[in-house]
């Protein structure tokens, strides 16, 4: 999960070197490609189990229509509010709004570990977001009250679209399906919901080697790659931990900015990566020392042995199908 979050972080920065290319064709090309290349690496596995997900064809239905909305909002999002408020907007809000979704929707309670976790991360995200503001051209201060404020809306839109598709992913994968399978249809359904928008507005990906090799990493590396390891991780893992994870994109954005586009991070900034940071780690190191899991396993009073048992962050959920 972390893995795809930082090579999300990359697409700002490869987007730079497209400055010609619109918001609607970055989006398309990026998820539609993507989700396109995504089916096809699953094939198989999606007509092997082709019967289970027309079964849930709902859920299947609900992911893709979500994965195509959400590169339209976000990137247009960010266009219209300017990349600080739009990121802080989408990739703030989407791990409450997962966390909402699986509170109702399948009644999990909210740990302790994950509010706090959530807490430090939308921090940092903030901090991180505030000191592009400050800094960075296009920011915020440059846009007009009527484009930020619809800017906010889209990512409001753009948060809930991430939260829906990973919540109906793993729901997908949970229920038997596995994860290559799952993504796979998801992500090929909403790839095709795309194509149109990438034929009406994708031209200026081909005015040059420069756009079309953008285009090409966007569909190829985060898009592709990344949402192949976010259906690995969402196979171990409930979908409001996965988008708060998500909040080291914002981190890998900000330092890569500064080492490849050349901007400068002020101290706000810096410590925003720090407490980005801190979210992880309370997310992802297992509550009790070595020594204690160790007495847990030999005692037999451990997670593993406790029927029902969830752990407190990251959560292993037992799956009938074992994800490929």
Known sequence: MLAASALWGTTGT??????????????????????????????????????????????????????????????????????????????????????VVERVVDGHRLTRRWRLGAALGLLGTVLLCAADAGGAPGGPERASAGATVLGVALGLVAAM??????????????????????????????????VPVLLATGA???????????????ALVPMFAGYVLFGWGLARVPASTATTLSLLESAVAAVLAVLVVGERLPAAGWAGIALVVACLAV???PAGGPVRRRRQRRSGTGPE??????????TTVPLPARPE
Do not use: C, E, K
């Open 161 to 194: 679209a991430y939260a829906l598709y990973s919540w109906a992913a793993h729901r997908l994968i949970t229920g038997g399906i596995a994860s290559r399978a799952a993504m796979g249809a998801v992500f090929g359904l909403g790839g095709l919901l795309l």
């Open 283 to 285: 997310l992802t190191v």
């Open 305 to 314: 042995h406790r029927d029902g048992a969830r752990q407190d962050a990251v």
């Open 14 to 99: 490869a987007a730079t070197f497209a400055p010609a290319v619109g918001p609607l064709a970055v989006g398309a090309v990026a998820m539609g490609l993507g989700g396109l290349l995504q089916a096809l690496f699953a094939a198989p596995r999606i007509v092997r189990q082709a019967p289970l997900l027309r079964a849930r064809r709902g859920t299947v239905l609900l992911g893709s229509v979500t994965v195509a909305a959400y590169p339209l909002a976000f990137y247009s999002s960010m266009h219209l509010a300017g990349v600080a408020v739009g990121t802080v907007v989408t990739i703030g809000a989407a791990p409450l709004v997962s966390a």
């Open 204 to 218: 200026p990906l081909l005015d040059s080697r420069s756009n079309l090799a953008v285009g090409a990493y966007m």
